[in-house]
């Protein structure tokens, strides 16, 4: 199956669209998200990317992410991978955006206009073995000393906006 992604400008305006992996070889930005899961305790779901995925194999990053397909609203497309990672879906609210770009040494590149989704769920858990190696849920504290002892073990995405998640909630007192 063909996997498109939305390409965007700055100002995340789409200016058409592309194979996954063609935008990804070519390092041209495109659309994404990044959804966090607390449960009822203020605990975030971390999961252990599968071993086989084609970039940041068995690092730890948030919930789920990825790329709202053509025609595909950004939170539906959230609301879809939540259920295809992870098993389960609940409400997530919309909470911030930034772009970022990373180089992988497989001459991948992510270039992204990630829009972050913030959800509570309680609920049991059906991780797909494709997608999720391992998860766990973690506070927001030890998360963040993990990030400064162990930086290698999460993804790239996942260190730019987890500072910018804690800033958020502390903002507007969320989770």
Request: glycine share 4%; aromatic share 12%.
């Amino acid at each position: 199956m063909v996997t498109e992604v939305i390409l965007v400008n700055e100002l995340d305006e789409p200016t058409g669209s592309m194979e996954k992996m063609e935008a990804h070889r070519k390092a041209l930005l495109h659309r994404a998200f990044s959804v966090f899961i607390f449960n009822s305790k203020g605990e975030m779901l971390l999961q252990q990317r599968a071993s086989d995925k084609y970039h940041s194999p068995e690092l730890w990053t948030n919930a789920c992410c990825s790329h709202p397909q053509p025609g595909e609203s950004t939170s539906a497309a959230a609301h879809r991978r939540l259920k295809e990672e992870l098993g389960f879906d609940t409400e997530i609210d919309f909470a911030f955006s930034f772009m970022y770009k990373t180089d992988f040494d497989n001459g991948l590149t992510e270039h992204e206009f990630d829009h972050v989704f913030i959800g509570t769920y309680d609920g049991p858990i059906f991780p797909n073995k494709n997608e999720v190696k391992e998860y766990c849920f973690m506070s927001v504290d030890a998360i963040s000393q993990s990030l400064d002892l162990h930086q290698h073990k999460y993804t790239s995405w996942f260190k730019i906006a987890f500072p910018k998640l804690e800033s958020h909630m502390l903002l507007h007192k969320a989770v």
